[in-house]
T-cell receptor, first 111, second 114 residues
Protein backbone atom coordinates (compact mmCIF):
# COMPACT_ATOMS: atom_id res chain seq x y z
CA UNK A 1 0.00 0.00 0.00
CA UNK A 2 1.29 3.45 -0.92
CA UNK A 3 2.25 5.45 2.15
CA UNK A 4 3.84 8.82 2.98
CA UNK A 5 5.24 9.86 6.36
CA UNK A 6 6.57 13.33 7.14
CA UNK A 7 8.78 14.43 10.02
CA UNK A 8 8.95 16.36 12.18
CA UNK A 9 5.29 17.19 12.72
CA UNK A 10 6.25 20.73 13.76
CA UNK A 11 9.47 22.73 13.52
CA UNK A 12 10.39 26.07 15.04
CA UNK A 13 13.39 27.94 13.67
CA UNK A 14 15.00 31.29 14.23
CA UNK A 15 15.31 33.48 11.18
CA UNK A 16 18.44 32.44 9.31
CA UNK A 17 18.63 29.00 10.95
CA UNK A 18 18.77 26.43 8.14
CA UNK A 19 17.11 23.01 8.50
CA UNK A 20 15.51 20.13 6.58
CA UNK A 21 12.10 18.49 6.45
CA UNK A 22 11.81 14.77 5.76
CA UNK A 23 9.33 12.81 3.65
CA UNK A 24 9.60 9.01 3.69
CA UNK A 25 7.54 7.10 1.17
CA UNK A 26 6.52 3.59 0.23
CA UNK A 27 5.14 3.16 -3.26
CA UNK A 28 5.26 0.43 -5.88
CA UNK A 29 6.99 2.28 -8.67
CA UNK A 30 7.46 6.01 -8.05
CA UNK A 31 5.77 8.09 -10.73
CA UNK A 32 6.33 11.43 -9.03
CA UNK A 33 6.88 13.04 -5.62
CA UNK A 34 5.40 16.47 -4.97
CA UNK A 35 6.00 19.21 -2.41
CA UNK A 36 3.31 21.76 -1.59
CA UNK A 37 3.14 24.74 0.73
CA UNK A 38 -0.11 25.51 2.58
CA UNK A 39 -0.83 28.75 4.41
CA UNK A 40 -3.60 28.89 7.04
CA UNK A 41 -7.07 29.08 5.49
CA UNK A 42 -5.77 28.45 1.98
CA UNK A 43 -5.36 25.51 -0.37
CA UNK A 44 -1.97 23.90 -0.95
CA UNK A 45 0.32 25.67 -3.42
CA UNK A 46 2.57 23.62 -5.70
CA UNK A 47 6.33 23.89 -5.11
CA UNK A 48 8.22 21.01 -6.78
CA UNK A 49 7.90 17.69 -8.58
CA UNK A 50 10.69 15.10 -8.44
CA UNK A 51 10.65 11.97 -10.58
CA UNK A 52 13.82 9.97 -9.99
CA UNK A 53 16.43 9.33 -7.29
CA UNK A 54 19.22 11.89 -7.38
CA UNK A 55 17.04 14.64 -8.79
CA UNK A 56 17.15 18.07 -7.14
CA UNK A 57 15.01 21.20 -7.60
CA UNK A 58 15.51 24.69 -6.16
CA UNK A 59 13.32 27.73 -5.65
CA UNK A 60 14.59 30.71 -3.69
CA UNK A 61 15.50 29.41 -0.20
CA UNK A 62 14.02 25.94 -0.81
CA UNK A 63 15.75 22.91 -2.27
CA UNK A 64 14.10 19.51 -2.71
CA UNK A 65 16.07 16.29 -3.09
CA UNK A 66 15.01 12.70 -3.73
CA UNK A 67 16.39 9.25 -2.91
CA UNK A 68 14.80 5.85 -3.44
CA UNK A 69 13.12 5.97 -0.03
CA UNK A 70 12.76 9.60 0.98
CA UNK A 71 12.78 13.22 -0.01
CA UNK A 72 14.15 16.21 1.85
CA UNK A 73 13.07 19.82 1.69
CA UNK A 74 16.04 21.93 2.70
CA UNK A 75 15.36 25.47 3.87
CA UNK A 76 18.38 27.76 3.78
CA UNK A 77 18.42 30.93 5.91
CA UNK A 78 14.63 30.95 6.36
CA UNK A 79 12.59 34.10 6.81
CA UNK A 80 9.34 34.56 8.77
CA UNK A 81 7.39 34.50 5.50
CA UNK A 82 8.50 30.89 5.01
CA UNK A 83 6.24 29.94 7.93
CA UNK A 84 3.62 27.50 6.60
CA UNK A 85 2.70 23.83 6.51
CA UNK A 86 4.72 21.86 3.96
CA UNK A 87 3.03 18.83 2.42
CA UNK A 88 4.64 15.92 0.60
CA UNK A 89 2.71 13.62 -1.73
CA UNK A 90 3.39 10.73 -4.08
CA UNK A 91 1.50 9.83 -7.21
CA UNK A 92 -0.41 6.63 -6.65
CA UNK A 93 0.83 3.64 -8.62
CA UNK A 94 -2.60 3.14 -10.20
CA UNK A 95 -3.85 5.12 -13.18
CA UNK A 96 -6.39 7.49 -11.66
CA UNK A 97 -3.93 10.28 -11.01
CA UNK A 98 -4.53 10.41 -7.30
CA UNK A 99 -1.95 11.85 -4.91
CA UNK A 100 -1.27 10.25 -1.52
CA UNK A 101 -0.35 12.93 1.04
CA UNK A 102 1.66 12.91 4.23
CA UNK A 103 0.34 14.68 7.31
CA UNK A 104 2.58 17.70 6.77
CA UNK A 105 5.24 19.60 8.70
CA UNK A 106 4.23 22.93 10.20
CA UNK A 107 7.16 25.33 10.09
CA UNK A 108 7.35 28.47 12.21
CA UNK A 109 10.21 30.90 11.61
CA UNK A 110 10.66 33.52 14.30
CA UNK A 111 12.33 36.87 13.62
CA UNK B 1 -10.56 34.70 -13.68
CA UNK B 2 -7.90 31.99 -13.58
CA UNK B 3 -7.09 29.06 -11.30
CA UNK B 4 -9.45 26.98 -9.20
CA UNK B 5 -12.30 28.77 -7.44
CA UNK B 6 -14.35 27.26 -4.62
CA UNK B 7 -17.58 28.61 -3.15
CA UNK B 8 -18.64 29.22 -0.51
CA UNK B 9 -15.46 29.84 1.51
CA UNK B 10 -17.26 29.08 4.77
CA UNK B 11 -20.41 27.06 5.45
CA UNK B 12 -22.26 26.26 8.66
CA UNK B 13 -25.04 23.72 8.35
CA UNK B 14 -27.28 21.69 10.58
CA UNK B 15 -27.36 17.92 10.43
CA UNK B 16 -30.68 17.91 8.60
CA UNK B 17 -29.76 20.51 5.97
CA UNK B 18 -28.91 20.00 2.31
CA UNK B 19 -26.19 22.16 0.78
CA UNK B 20 -23.76 22.05 -2.13
CA UNK B 21 -20.13 23.01 -2.55
CA UNK B 22 -19.02 24.35 -5.92
CA UNK B 23 -15.68 24.20 -7.67
CA UNK B 24 -14.77 25.85 -10.97
CA UNK B 25 -11.49 25.69 -12.86
CA UNK B 26 -10.37 27.91 -15.72
CA UNK B 27 -7.17 26.04 -16.54
CA UNK B 28 -8.42 23.70 -19.25
CA UNK B 29 -7.66 20.69 -17.07
CA UNK B 30 -9.31 17.32 -17.69
CA UNK B 31 -9.30 15.86 -14.17
CA UNK B 32 -10.88 17.17 -10.96
CA UNK B 33 -10.69 15.94 -7.38
CA UNK B 34 -12.36 16.38 -4.00
CA UNK B 35 -10.19 16.08 -0.88
CA UNK B 36 -11.12 16.33 2.80
CA UNK B 37 -8.63 17.94 5.20
CA UNK B 38 -9.16 17.40 8.91
CA UNK B 39 -6.92 18.73 11.67
CA UNK B 40 -3.73 16.70 12.24
CA UNK B 41 -4.62 14.23 9.46
CA UNK B 42 -3.34 13.85 5.89
CA UNK B 43 -5.49 15.03 3.02
CA UNK B 44 -8.00 12.29 2.26
CA UNK B 45 -9.04 11.71 -1.33
CA UNK B 46 -12.81 11.51 -1.74
CA UNK B 47 -13.57 11.47 -5.46
CA UNK B 48 -11.74 11.61 -8.78
CA UNK B 49 -13.29 12.72 -12.06
CA UNK B 50 -11.46 12.32 -15.36
CA UNK B 51 -13.09 13.73 -18.50
CA UNK B 52 -16.33 14.15 -16.52
CA UNK B 53 -16.45 10.48 -15.57
CA UNK B 54 -16.08 9.41 -11.96
CA UNK B 55 -13.08 7.10 -11.86
CA UNK B 56 -12.69 6.72 -8.12
CA UNK B 57 -14.92 6.83 -5.07
CA UNK B 58 -12.72 6.34 -2.03
CA UNK B 59 -15.27 4.63 0.25
CA UNK B 60 -17.04 7.89 0.96
CA UNK B 61 -20.41 7.76 2.81
CA UNK B 62 -23.45 8.29 0.63
CA UNK B 63 -24.29 11.53 2.44
CA UNK B 64 -21.63 13.03 0.11
CA UNK B 65 -22.70 13.04 -3.53
CA UNK B 66 -20.41 14.44 -6.25
CA UNK B 67 -21.48 15.82 -9.61
CA UNK B 68 -19.34 16.82 -12.59
CA UNK B 69 -21.57 18.34 -15.31
CA UNK B 70 -18.59 19.38 -17.48
CA UNK B 71 -14.82 19.48 -17.29
CA UNK B 72 -14.80 22.95 -15.70
CA UNK B 73 -17.26 22.41 -12.87
CA UNK B 74 -17.44 20.06 -9.91
CA UNK B 75 -20.01 19.95 -7.14
CA UNK B 76 -20.23 18.16 -3.81
CA UNK B 77 -23.81 17.77 -2.60
CA UNK B 78 -24.18 17.34 1.14
CA UNK B 79 -27.13 15.98 3.13
CA UNK B 80 -27.71 14.72 6.67
CA UNK B 81 -24.08 15.28 7.65
CA UNK B 82 -22.54 14.43 11.00
CA UNK B 83 -20.43 16.70 13.23
CA UNK B 84 -17.33 14.62 12.35
CA UNK B 85 -17.76 15.77 8.74
CA UNK B 86 -16.63 19.24 9.78
CA UNK B 87 -13.41 19.89 7.87
CA UNK B 88 -11.80 21.86 5.05
CA UNK B 89 -12.99 20.51 1.69
CA UNK B 90 -10.52 21.09 -1.10
CA UNK B 91 -11.07 20.86 -4.83
CA UNK B 92 -8.16 20.34 -7.21
CA UNK B 93 -7.60 19.90 -10.92
CA UNK B 94 -4.81 18.51 -13.08
CA UNK B 95 -4.07 18.61 -16.83
CA UNK B 96 -4.83 14.94 -17.33
CA UNK B 97 -6.05 12.02 -15.30
CA UNK B 98 -2.58 10.72 -14.62
CA UNK B 99 -1.82 13.55 -12.18
CA UNK B 100 1.80 13.60 -13.24
CA UNK B 101 1.85 17.38 -13.41
CA UNK B 102 0.56 17.78 -9.86
CA UNK B 103 -2.60 19.50 -8.84
CA UNK B 104 -3.81 23.07 -8.69
CA UNK B 105 -5.89 23.48 -5.54
CA UNK B 106 -8.68 25.86 -4.70
CA UNK B 107 -8.73 27.72 -1.39
CA UNK B 108 -11.23 25.30 0.07
CA UNK B 109 -14.61 25.45 1.82
CA UNK B 110 -14.46 25.42 5.61
CA UNK B 111 -17.49 23.32 6.63
CA UNK B 112 -18.90 23.25 10.15
CA UNK B 113 -21.71 20.83 10.96
CA UNK B 114 -23.72 21.75 14.04
Amino acid sequence: EDQVTQSPEALRLQEGESSSLNCSYTVSGLRGLFWYRQDPGKGPEFLFTLYSAGEEKEKERLKATLTKKESFLHITAPKPEDSATYLCAVLHSGNTGKLIFGQGTTLQVKP
Amino acid sequence: ETGVTQTPRHLVMGMTNKKSLKCEQHLGHNAMYWYKQSAKKPLELMFVYSLEERVENNSVPSRFSPECPNSSHLFLHLHTLQPEDSALYLCASSPEGQGGYGYTFGSGTRLTVV
